[in-house]
């Protein structure tokens, strides 16, 4: 297995996904990981990330010594190239130009790494991906350099005895062409490590895991419909079925006829043992007479957890909590502990349970990226059109009707949401766009049909592009499918007279309306 130490470059992840594509297990930890905890990892290679450091500035993050005294090979990116130079002798130059996109570079000598890669073009040059302004000037003792530009004539050094390696462009992002085969060159001819980051193979070792974890003790899980703890039950279905109750709690913010589905899905197509509350009359009675956004987050979120605990409480042999936790997760919240982000938006989701159930936590997917997540779901046997469904908010369609939230509302939009959604995945259009919906606008406007004037609701349609939901761009959907969904909703909806398209990039707007 390969340990990354991030020292913040924001590819970072992207380095572990790699690895992880070429079928080699990978974990990321901080740069200051202590030396025992390197030396229990027991890698068979080391990956030092970029960062957004400069060697030169005070208490710069530095690579623990031992991490070039365990006799594995080291590739050491961009920031890590910088630091593996200045570390074992050799000189960094302070960039006063920022070398940022697109670099041709050339390999030279006959490095392990570089060997034979190469993208067909005459001259023999690599495209790849540079971000830096810092960069190595003099060689420590033993490398070589093993690739070069005009602006940059150490891009890549090597010391081939000691197998250390250095490149100062990034191969884990795409715009480096051949940066996948540099990776695995790395990681499989290098490291010796051998493709064993498999599916089935992961699926045995993580039941093995759970059961041994468990024992025979109950496990409750609260089932949202969503992909991760949809998959986690799946998971855990196949590992321990019998000791499994999952909690679902239909809180009258569902999608139309997604408590059917979630039930038909888990307790009859797979056996789950599911708990189905159906607290929508409390929800929405609490949330009567409440416009406020964010109180009504809160509402939604202080409901489910007591809804949640109540029905815990009444299996008092559970003796686990599983949670539907992924690697992101983790990162982050072992990462972020300085930054302190403006609150934009409480969130909410099934993970955010106090601990007054003092049961233990299980989180059978905290080592997964989310498409690993989706992946598993379907090497389980899920319907690859839930695992790759879009996202969908914890607090529901709560935040998409805007304003006070009523079950007229709420089932008018669930109609007009489905059609959407449905002319989407007929068009095809569904998988190119990130995230789609409908939002109910409690706003009244006239209109015509047949000879009868109308006067009723408004919705928006709401379909994004985006990688991350951290920004974003409104899809450009073609008109004549804009025209169908507006057609279809208006006819098929009585009481929804008018249909609009948001136009709204994120930011400055958000994905969600509320
Ligand atoms: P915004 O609206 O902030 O949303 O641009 C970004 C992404 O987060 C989702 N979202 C939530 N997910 N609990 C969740 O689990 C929440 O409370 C919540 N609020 C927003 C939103 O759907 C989008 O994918």
Not at 287 to 299: C, F, M, N, Q, T
Request: proline share 5%.
């Amino acid at each position: 297995k390969i340990l990354i130490l991030d020292f913040g470059s924001q590819y970072t992840q992207l380095i572990a996904r790699r690895v992880r594509e070429a079928q080699v297990y990978s974990e990321l930890h901080p740069w200051d990981m202590s030396e025992q905890e390197i030396r229990d990892f027991k890698p068979s290679g080391i990956i030092l990330s970029g960062g957004p450091n400069s060697v030169y500035e005070d208490e710069t993050p530095k690579a623990p010594e031992v991490v070039f005294k365990l006799g594995v090979p080291v590739l050491g990116i961009c920031y890590g190239m910088q630091t593996m130079a200045m570390q074992l002798g050799g000189a960094v130059e302070i960039g006063h130009v920022r070398e940022f996109g697109y670099a041709e570079i050339y390999p030279s000598g006959d490095s392990a790494l570089l060997r034979g890669i190469d993208e067909g073009k005459e001259n023999g040059g690599l495209d790849v991906w540079m971000s830096h302004g810092d960069k190595v000037s003099a060689l420590p003792d033993g490398f070589e350099v093993i690739c070069r530009n005009d602006s940059t004539p150490i891009a890549g050094m090597a010391d081939e005895s000691r197998r250390f390696y250095a490149l100062q462009f990034h191969p884990e992002v795409t715009h480096t062409h051949q940066g996948k085969a540099m990776l695995s060159r790395f990681v499989h001819d290098i490291c010796g490590c051998g493709r064993e980051w498999t599916m089935p193979h992961y699926i045995d070792e993580a039941v093995a895991h759970i059961r041994e974890q468990v024992g025979d003790e109950e496990v409750i899980l609260g089932l949202s419909g969503g992909v991760d703890s949809s998959v986690a039950a799946a998971l855990l279905q196949r590992a321990i079925g019998a000791q499994l109750t999952c909690i679902f709690v239909d809180n009258g913010l569902l999608r139309l006829n997604e408590a059917e589905q979630v039930m038909e899905m888990f307790a009859n197509n797979l056996g789950v043992k599911v708990d189905h509350v159906d607290a929508s009359e409390k929800f929405l009675s609490e949330l009567a007479g409440v416009s406020d956004p964010e109180a009504k987050r809160k509402i939604i979120g202080r409901e489910f957890v007591h809804v949640f605990q109540k029905e815990a409480e009444s299996m008092p042999a559970a003796k686990w909590l599983a949670q539907g936790t992924i690697y992101p997760d983790v990162i982050e919240s072992a990462g972020s502990k300085t930054k302190k982000a403006h609150t934009i938006k409480s969130h909410h989701n099934v993970g955010g349970l106090p601990d007054t159930l003092h049961l233990k936590l299980l989180e059978p997917l905290r080592d997964l990226f989310k498409d690993e997540v989706r992946e598993l779901g379907v090497a389980l046997g899920l319907p690859r059109e839930m695992v790759y469904r879009h996202p969908f908010p914890g607090p529901g369609l709560g935040v998409r009707i805007l304003g006070e939230v009523k079950k007229e509302y709420a089932d008018l939009l669930r109609r007009a949401d489905a059609i959407f959604i449905e002319e989407l995945r007929a068009s095809g259009w569904y998988e190119k766009t990130s995230q789609a919906f409908v939002v109910f606008l409690p706003v009244k406007s006239v209109g015509v049909m047949g000879d009868g004037r109308t006067y009723e609701w408004v919705v928006a349609l709401r379909a994004v592009e985006t990688q991350d939901f951290m920004t974003a761009l409104w899809a450009e959907l073609p008109h004549s499918l804009l025209a169908k969904v507006s057609n279809r909703i208006i006819n098929e909806v009585r009481g929804i007279n008018r249909v609009v398209y948001d136009v709204s990039g994120k930011p400055p707007a958000t994905i969600e309306w509320e």
